[in-house]
């Protein structure tokens, strides 16, 4: 079992940066893979930026540039800094990890809101 506990959100005026991490417990070794998912009121969840365990980064076209997505093997925390925020980019961000035997397993969400 794997638990994510998400922080680092709130409110920012656009332009501005904010930095999410996602702190994991548990049998963190199984996790092959983390990322970011954010879902804003109306739209559906996509899928933000991923990292492997080997350290290979991906991370979505309109983020590019603006959000990079990182981590602490020491500290089991993975961090997402964004920057240059816009207002579109308000919505619930979650933390996400696969593991070995197609586990999968999410945090609780943190709000971010980009104001204008």
């Known amino acids: 079992q794997v638990q994510l506990v998400e922080s680092g959100g709130g409110s920012v005026q656009a332009g501005g940066s904010l930095r999410l991490s996602c702190a994991a417990s548990?049998?963190?070794?199984?996790?092959?893979?983390i990322g970011w998912y954010r879902q804003a009121p109306g739209k559906q969840r996509e899928l933000v930026a991923t990292?492997?365990?080997?350290?290979?980064?991906n991370v979505a076209d309109s983020v590019k540039g603006r959000f990079t997505i990182s981590r602490d093997n020491t500290k089991n925390t993975m961090y997402l800094q964004m920057s240059s925020l816009k207002p579109e980019d308000t919505a619930v961000y979650y933390c996400?990890?696969?593991?070995?035997?197609?586990?999968?397993?999410w945090g609780q969400g943190t709000q971010v809101t980009v104001s204008s």
């Open positions: 548990g049998s963190t070794l199984d996790i092959t893979a």
């Open positions: 990292i492997s365990s080997g350290g290979s980064t």
């Open positions: 996400n990890a696969n593991a070995f035997f197609r586990r999968e397993y």
